[in-house]
C-alpha cells in the first residue's frame, strides 16, 4: 500500500487545516486508517484513527474535540479535519494504514509526511 499525504501547510494559532491522504496499491477499504504525528525532538505519537470495519474513530486525548478523522472508500483517502490550531499541534503528520491495528504506532504502511506548523 502506497500514502500520499498532503495539506499541510502554516497557519496561525485557532485556524483550520485540512489533511487528505490517498492510498493506492491494496484494498482500502480493508485497512484501519490512521493519523500520527512527530514534533522536534519527540517520538511519534497517535493522533486519530478509524475502523476499516465499524467506521469508529479514536483520538489522542489532546486533540479530542478539536480533530476529526473521516475516510472515503469510494475515493481511497482519509481526511484530517484539524480545528481550533494550537501552536503545540505544530509537527509533521504520517498517515497509516493496517489491517489491524489501530492507535499502536507500529502500522504496517506509512505515508511521507506533511509538515503542519501553528503560529502564536
Known amino acids: 500500500v502506497q500514502l500520499q499525504a498532503s495539506g499541510g501547510g502554516l497557519v496561525q494559532a485557532g485556524g483550520s487545516l485540512r489533511l487528505s491522504c490517498v492510498a493506492s496499491?491494496?484494498?482500502?477499504?480493508?485497512?484501519?486508517m490512521g493519523w500520527f504525528r512527530q514534533a522536534p525532538g519527540k517520538e511519534r505519537e497517535f493522533v486519530a484513527a478509524i475502523s476499516w470495519s465499524t467506521g469508529n474513530t479514536y483520538y489522542a486525548d489532546s486533540v479530542k474535540g478539536r480533530f476529526t478523522i473521516s475516510r472515503d472508500n469510494a475515493k481511497n483517502t482519509v481526511y484530517l479535519q484539524m480545528n481550533s490550531l494550537k501552536t503545540e499541534d505544530t509537527a509533521v503528520y504520517y498517515c497509516?494504514?493496517?489491517?489491524?491495528?489501530?492507535?499502536?504506532?507500529?502500522?504496517?504502511?506509512w505515508g511521507q509526511g506533511t509538515q503542519v506548523t501553528v503560529s502564536s
Open positions: 497509516a494504514a493496517d489491517p489491524r491495528k489501530l492507535t499502536k504506532v507500529d502500522y504496517d504502511y
Open positions: 496499491g491494496g484494498t482500502f477499504r480493508r485497512y484501519n
